[in-house]
């Protein structure tokens, strides 16, 4: 998920760099043409549009520059945002696990359970048997008040939902 | 992961962006790239060298202009050049506490970075002397022209330099000597460069690399 997060707006970013990059190009072989045929005379309507020309594209240089970094700004704030939100959710469930009273192996396996891996996976993850771990959630729904893992899991989702869901 | 990490995500603010902004990723390779190119591979003087010269023209400029409207951390007043501060950042590579943390370049970084503009602004303006100012465009249609048969685009070039005669030569001499040593420097700096990322990389146990290249991918 964090990978698909970070890549949003990026790439259009990435994209409007290289453009950037390639107007500079543009402009340096097209302006140094201009600057020869200026100074071979001045005056002539040919001269004066390679000027005229320059100039448009020396300014849609700093054009697509401040479009980019209003870009990157964008993302940076959208990152900070979601950072926050997924700090703010990290410590609504570390402040339930408290309430709940978990011992620091039942707040492991409780996180790993929100996280949707099964049984056997969080028995890998952690080098324990599966049979302790069916324990330790038994024991963690339990002392959350719910008979399974799709309850246990609506907890925080309703936490979430509590204020933005939608009247039906 | 619940609680121990309480600012995860805003404690970054005091480290270098991760990754760099596109702009300074792709002109720093270009840049790199042209460099390596024109200093070890390509023949000196040549079509391709001097075709490669000048898209480093116009990657330089814009990364200059990148340097005034950019976001904070490509901006020059977030690396002023300040040979002091380089200094005593090296001294703590090599000190028990280690390098501190900055927002964008490291005072040292800082000094490279504007060395090594000042040889690439070195290199292109002598380049464009000992060329004339011509795009490698004019430069083959000139060739071309000669090929065909017609010197007349000689003669113009010969008319407009005729005050100099030997001084002229002479101060050609001077010309390409200085473009050489500006890119003999350059490619040693750009190794004492290489050598600092890894030295630094390893002092602050980060690798410093992966930032300018796709950024680490360290939200998890």
């Known amino acids: 998920m964090t990978e698909t997060t970070r890549g949003n707006g990026r790439t259009p970013a990435a994209a409007l760099a290289a453009f950037v990059l390639v107007q500079g190009i543009a402009a340096a072989f097209f302006i140094s043409d201009a600057a020869h045929d200026l100074s071979h005379g001045f005056g002539n309507m040919e001269s004066?549009?390679?000027?005229?020309?320059?100039?448009?594209?020396?300014?849609?240089?700093?054009?697509?520059?401040?479009?980019?970094?209003?870009?990157?700004?964008?993302?940076?704030?959208?990152?900070?945002?979601?950072?926050?939100?997924r700090g703010n959710f990290a410590r609504v469930i570390a402040t339930q696990f408290t309430d709940w009273g978990l011992t620091p192996a039942e707040r492991d396996v409780g996180l790993f359970a929100l996280k949707g891996l099964d049984v056997a996976e969080i028995a890998a993850l952690r080098g324990a048997a599966t049979g302790t771990v069916r324990a330790q959630l038994a024991r963690i729904y339990a002392k959350a008040g719910v008979s399974n893992r799709a309850q246990f899991a609506a907890f925080f989702v309703e936490e979430l939902l509590a204020d933005g869901a939608p009247d039906t | 992961m619940a609680g121990p990490h309480p600012e995860n995500g805003n404690g970054g603010a005091i480290a270098p962006p991760d990754p760099w902004d596109p702009l300074v990723r792709f002109s720093h390779w270009g840049i790199a790239a042209a460099v390596i190119a024109?200093?070890?591979?390509?023949?000196?003087?040549?079509?391709?060298?001097?075709?490669?010269?000048?898209?480093?023209?116009?990657?330089?400029?814009?990364?200059?202009?990148?340097?005034?409207?950019?976001?904070?951390?490509?901006?020059?007043?977030?690396?002023?050049?300040?040979?002091?501060?380089?200094?005593?950042?090296?001294?703590?590579?090599f000190r028990p506490g280690g390098p501190r943390e900055h927002p964008s370049h490291n005072p040292a970084a800082a000094m490279m970075v504007y060395a090594l503009w000042l040889c690439l602004v070195v290199v292109i303006g002598t380049g464009l002397v000992m060329t004339d100012a011509k795009s490698p465009l004019q430069i083959s249609q000139e060739r071309a022209a000669v090929a065909a048969g017609d010197w007349s685009v000689l003669v113009n070039d010969d008319g407009e330099s005729e005050g100099g005669g030997e001084d002229h030569d002479e101060s050609g001499e001077l010309v390409k000597e200085v473009h050489e040593v500006a890119?003999?420097?350059?490619?040693i700096l750009a190794l004492v460069h290489v050598a600092g990322v890894a030295v630094e990389s390893r002092a602050l146990r980060r690798n410093l690399v992966h930032p300018m290249l796709l950024g680490s991918g360290k939200g998890r």
């Open chain 2, 183 to 187: 890119a003999n420097l350059m490619l």
């Open chain 1, 48 to 85: 004066l549009s390679e000027l005229f020309i320059s100039l448009v594209l020396v300014a849609g240089i700093f054009l697509a520059s401040w479009q980019l970094r209003r870009m990157i700004s964008e993302i940076k704030d959208k990152d900070r945002a979601l950072a926050v939100a």
């Open chain 2, 38 to 93: 024109n200093g070890l591979l390509t023949k000196p003087g040549g079509t391709l060298h001097v075709w490669i010269g000048w898209v480093a023209i116009g990657i330089l400029a814009a990364r200059l202009v990148w340097g005034l409207v950019g976001p904070a951390e490509a901006r020059f007043s977030a690396f002023p050049p300040d040979p002091r501060a380089a200094i005593s950042h090296v001294l703590s590579l």
